[in-house]
């Protein structure tokens, strides 16, 4: 049995998709009917919060490999309580989705710290592991679609900054190696990237190309992109998502990993590949 946390989010639900339908598979979701819309035939669905061990304890029971997405930056106790309850269970491996700026000697930011000690704690709990340490999301520019839909702008931070942003795809396929096969990926931390640095503006290129418009970059000055942040996230995240992006600025974002490559056998897809499958969300024709 594989039990996947995050399950009606980025890239959980994206695993879900695309593990194979000879393992048994159970999502866990605070509100199973919505993870029971995204759940493949056969899979199971449980109800489950991270803030409640019992929950946890009865999801984990049975279960071999489990992903483990946690979303909330102010608090450890996600990670602690999934911990404890797999340690109990006796879960065979855990793949824990964290992010490559750990790598980062100068990144203090509280999100960067956070999954630093998550993944401190994995190491320490006895479990095997498996980490995914993925460089920003495609997907993210999808905070895009309203304006672009509205008026064919982009209103994005730092234009000409390139970051080696990756197709959620690409690391829900690296997901299911490790899901699938423990033994292979045990004790293995992977830096996983897009194939290219790539900067808003390119993206905003691409997305005009691929939707036939012509569409317009706006840069927000800091002061306006940290007032953006500050009405979507509590002000600890806020402020160190700032930080993460103003880090950024000096280039630490652009490299590219060959561990895509390595792992799956072929190219990490591209940001015009991301656009293709994503072009109905920002207002043009659904994928044929
Ligand atoms: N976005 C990026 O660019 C980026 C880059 C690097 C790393 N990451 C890391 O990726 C992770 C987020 O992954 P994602 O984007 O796939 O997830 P997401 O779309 O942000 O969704 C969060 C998931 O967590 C679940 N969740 C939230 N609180 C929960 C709770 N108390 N108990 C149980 N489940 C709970 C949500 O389920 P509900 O349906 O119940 O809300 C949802 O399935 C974070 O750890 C982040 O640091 C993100």
């Given at each position: ?5 995050g ?40 109800g ?83 980490l995914?340490r993925?460089?920003a ?62 900067t ?56 590219v990993?060959?561990t ?29």
């Amino acid at each position: 049995m594989i039990l996947l946390t995050g399950a009606t989010g980025t890239v959980g639900r994206l695993v879900a998709r695309r593990l194979p339908a000879t393992e048994p598979v159970r999502l866990l979701a605070r509100d199973p009917a919505r993870a029971a819309a995204l759940a493949g035939p056969g899979a199971e669905v449980v109800g489950g919060d991270f803030e409640d061990p019992a929950s946890l304890r009865r999801a984990l029971t049975g279960v071999r490999s489990a992903l483990l997405v946690t979303a909330n930056p102010l608090t450890h106790a996600h990670d602690e309580n999934f911990l404890t309850a797999a340690r109990a269970a006796g879960v065979g491996h855990t793949v824990k989705l964290t992010t490559l700026s750990v790598t980062e000697p100068g990144a203090t930011d509280l999100v960067t710290e956070w999954q630093r000690e998550n993944e401190r704690l994995l190491r320490a709990s006895g479990l095997s592991w498996t980490l995914l340490r993925p460089r920003a999301f495609m997907s993210n520019t999808l905070g895009w679609a309203r304006s672009i839909r509205a008026e064919g702008v982009v209103r994005g931070a730092d234009g000409t900054v390139a970051t080696a942003a990756i197709d959620p795809r690409d690391i829900a396929d690296v997901a299911v190696g490790a899901l699938t096969d423990a033994a292979g990926h045990a004790g293995r931390a992977y830096a996983l990237t897009g194939p290219a640095g790539i900067t808003p503006v390119e993206q905003t290129e691409i997305l005009g190309e691929l939707l036939q418009r012509r569409l317009k970059f706006v840069e927000l000055t800091e002061d306006q992109v940290l007032r953006g942040l500050l009405a979507r996230y509590p002000e600890p995240v806020a402020h160190a998502l700032a930080e993460s992006a103003a880090r950024g600025r000096h280039g630490s974002k652009g490299q590219v990993e060959p561990t895509v490559a390595e792992l799956l056998g072929r190219s990490a897809r591209g940001y015009r590949e991301w656009t293709a499958e994503h072009l109905a969300e920002f207002g043009g024709p659904a994928p044929g």
